[in-house]
């Protein structure tokens, strides 16, 4: 069977067909998926932070509420259960370090949640207003997302009163990379006070 010679026009159609697949396969091959959808994977991931973010920054709003009802507290309710129970701020201190490990053991599901790092925050910084001693611990966490909220809300929620304070949530980006769903790294200062009254002179360390 002969083929018939392609006409002039039809040579031009069939060239730039064969040149536009040329080019998408370029472009997949070199451009798509080594550069675009990595930047797309990023944007994507920045845009769950930046939801994560939000979400707990609204919910530390509600401490200015939970310090007055701390700072309104009376000499005659120093028994109450809104105090750290240890009267030293070194127990104090790894009572609160205990509790976050005790909390992330109780809220694994729906994804993992692990302390990575945890230590004691000496001279913690203090207000003006604060009138009982303050003790404070430095949390690293690798956590998804389901168990981090309900991790944060424990601490927060309960009693004695604790706060959430320096809160920095991010993803590792090298284990983005190598997973887009790698849990997040979080890092924040837990407090409370102890029912020592502070004294005049301990204004603690700026930071």
Known sequence: MKLEKLKPRESRIAALLLLLAVLVIAYFALLHWWFVAP?????????DLRDTQARFASALAEKPQLQKRLNALGQGQASSNAFLPEDDANAAAAGLMQRVVDVVGAHQQG??????????????????????????????????????????????????????DDLTIYRNPVAAQKNPNAPMEVQFTLFGYIRQPRQSGDTGASS
């Open 39 to 47: 930047l797309k994977q990023i944007d994507a991931q920045m845009d």
């Open 111 to 164: 994804g993992s949640c692990d302390v990575i790092q945890k230590m004691p925050v000496t001279n913690p910084r203090t207000d003006a207003s604060d009138p009982y001693k303050k003790v404070a611990v430095s949390i690293s966490l690798r956590c998804e997302v389901e168990p981090l909220g309900a991790v944060m809300y424990a601490l927060e929620q309960n009693s004695p009163y604790l706060f959430i």
